[in-house]
């Protein structure tokens, strides 16, 4: 609804030929999930349907890396934040090049050479069972909250623009997405994240040639920005409650991303589809290589937006009612002049819901089955494991679903999600550092310091949705709207109070802020930090818990589960200097373990239980388990007690 004293704005919406192309995107989709549930003889095996029998190709990894998280929220999110922002977010940039040099040689190693399906079979191996089901149920109510996100948020952005019915689009997104991952397995999730990353690509390209040459070229949507004062690039302000800062977006950013491309399970599933690790690590830095050039076309879309609605911010008007509906107005103004090219565009943002929602159901259906249904049932059949396996798939899509109507709650979608991996996914970042770079961490630190960071984080994060915290952003204009014979200052309060609310600009003299003092200086902390907070609180409770209660002895260590950071960090070190940098873990041995594993090892947790009774009987001291989890037997007994308890 238009604000009063604005004239309405002939919109255009939705026409026959642009509801065709994207009903062919959607075939298309479903096409390759019923190609796949049947060539070679279909999903028989939950090797084939949750990891593609490991046999997949470079680039299709590497496009379904880029497509997982790089979803429908980036492409409304991020223009949108360039909008009200400015290009701040672009800078993230540095963060991708960290982040994929640490998730190859730090955390990818140890997945890889263990052989996973699920990444939280290491914390078992590292820890305890009762610390792998703490890391599994986190990840699924991380991801069960942000595939609601995904799945809402473009519906109702759409919805306003388009005229497309918000819960036709969420039920119809919804159930095809649900049955082509549960026909077709990774396989199918693989290739149609190929083709929607082509699809939104297209999109952004559409948007940012057409908006170029209505507005006189780029370097004219460029000067326009820095007028506007969208162009930022570097703020070295220290202070950690600025929004967005070089110190947040590199720091923050980097420990946020590496906890999703590093130990995100959607990831890790997707990086032991392929046959070595070397060709792994090239499937993640090509996928660094895309996140740079969707992260640019996304931010080239937003100072096109800017370009476009300097004279008349159109949610100050009335035209829409969130930011997150900026691209599709857009769209409709100067990509409706040719049938179709809407189409396509939304084709783009339900293409980047779909290839995140697929990932998510394929690693929540491989969470589950590996860390829970096999624990309980232990004597199905291979195939009986395949049916529920996709029997998961499609009740995690039907709570998906219902998660959509959770996300009409939250405020702007691309802090909201990333908020989420934040508070969820920072603390088990944290784990996993803890057990992968810190030999002497035993099981009580995990579980101290894992719940010391959820509860810090969540803390901060609760509070700084209670008391939102005030954000300085760039002046905008509605000076060039049309008006119903009325100046602007015939708008009424409502209107300039929704302004005011909506867009604090800075202003000279100081700015009133009556919130408590913890709401001024713990709430207000950039959420960029949140996971930089988890890690540290992981780290640090982890381990001054571990060497309170018994640290655990390196040498006792199965050496895969742990990454010899020195090693890969000082290579050229003399090898007598790099032993002693390993801190006694015996790296020497890795063929060993794996020789056993190979040999045949025993189901989960029944090996130590067994080669400690053997020495038992024989009247010796029992060795450290190969999962590094029982240093002697007074630390089996107190971990045992402890996982009772809870």
């Not at 937006?305 to 103004?333: H, N």
Request: aromatic content about 12%; glycine content about 8%; some cysteine.
């Amino acid at each position: 609804m238009v604000n009063p004293g604005f004239a309405p704005r002939d919109i255009p919406l939705f026409s026959i030929p642009d509801y065709v192309v994207f009903a062919l995107m959607l075939a298309i989709c479903t096409g390759i999930g019923i190609y796949y549930a049947c060539a070679g003889g279909g999903q028989r095996t939950t090797r084939q349907f949750l990891l593609a029998d490991r046999q997949m190709q470079i680039l299709p990894v590497a496009m379904s890396l880029l497509a997982s998280f790089m979803s429908a929220i980036t492409v409304l999110g991020t223009p949108a934040e360039t909008y009200v922002y400015g290009t701040m977010y672009f800078m993230f940039c540095i963060s991708y090049l960290v982040m994929g040099m640490a998730a190859a040689h730090i955390y990818m190693p140890v997945f890889f050479n263990l052989g996973v399906t699920s990444a939280y079979e290491y914390l078992e191996r590292r820890f305890s069972k009762g610390i792998r089901r703490v890391g599994s149920a986190t990840f699924i109510l991380q991801m069960v909250m942000y595939m609601g996100i995904v799945l809402y948020a473009p519906s109702l952005a759409l919805e306003a623009v388009t005229g497309m019915n918000v819960w036709a689009a969420v039920l119809s997104l919804g159930i095809i997405c649900t049955f082509y991952t549960t026909i077709g397995g990774m396989k199918a999730v693989l290739w149609t994240d190929t083709f929607q990353v082509c699809v939104m690509i297209a999109g952004f390209l559409a948007v940012i040639i057409q908006g170029c040459l209505q507005l006189g070229g780029i370097s004219e949507v460029w000067e326009v920005n820095r007028q506007g004062g969208r162009l930022e690039f570097f703020n070295f302000d220290p202070d950690p409650r600025v929004r967005h800062s070089s110190w947040s977006v590199h720091i923050g950013g980097t420990f946020m991303w590496i906890a999703i491309f590093g130990v995100n399970q959607a990831q890790v599933q997707r990086y032991l589809t392929v046959s070595k690790l070397s060709r792994a690590q090239i499937a993640l830095y090509l996928n660094v290589v895309g996140l740079w050039l969707i992260v640019t076309l996304a931010t080239l879309c937003g100072l096109v937006l800017y370009a476009f609605y300097k004279d008349c911010d159109p949610i100050v008007a009335g035209y829409i009612r969130t930011s997150d509906q900026l691209m599709p107005l857009i769209v409709m103004e100067i990509l409706s002049w040719l049938p179709g090219l809407p189409g396509l565009f939304v084709s783009c943002v339900f293409a980047g819901a779909l290839s995140t929602m697929s990932s998510g159901l394929n690693s929540l259906s491989a969470v589950t089955l590996e860390d829970f249904v096999r624990s309980y049932k232990t004597d199905l059949t291979e195939a009986q494991y395949t049916m529920i396996s996709k029997l998961l798939v499609a009740i995690y899509g039907g709570l998906m679903i219902l998660m959509a109507y959770v996300s009409s709650f939250l405020g702007g979608i691309l802090q909201a999600a990333l908020s989420i991996f934040g508070m969820i996914g920072g603390p088990l970042l944290g784990l996993f550092t803890l057990g992968i770079l810190f030999p002497w961490a035993n099981v009580w630190g995990a579980y101290a310091g894992t719940a010391s960071a959820f509860l810090l984080v969540f803390w901060v994060g609760i509070g700084a949705q209670v008391y939102k915290p005030p954000v300085n952003k760039p002046p905008i204009s509605v000076m060039g709207c049309p008006r119903l014979n009325e100046t602007i200052s015939n708008v009424t309060m409502s209107a300039v109070t929704m302004v005011t609310d909506m867009f604090t600009t800075t202003e000279a003299g100081p700015v009133v802020d009556d919130r408590p003092g913890v709401a001024k200086y713990w709430y207000s902390m950039s959420y960029l930090y949140y996971s930089v907070i988890a890690v540290l609180t992981v780290l640090i409770v982890g381990l001054v818990v571990s060497f309170i209660t018994g640290a655990q002895d390196p040498e006792e260590l199965d050496p895969r589960l742990i990454t010899p950071f020195f090693d890969t960090v000082c290579c050229c070190f003399p090898e007598r200097w790099r032993a002693k940098l390993r801190c006694g873990v015996p790296q020497e041995d890795r063929d060993y373990y794996s020789k056993r594993d190979q040999d045949g090892r025993l189901s989960k947790g029944e090996e130590m239980r067994t080669l400690k009774g053997e020495e038992e009987q024989d009247g010796e001291k029992p060795p450290a388990s190969p999962n590094g989890n029982v240093p002697d037997e007074r630390s089996s007994k107190s971990s045992v007690d402890f996982e009772s308890s809870i």
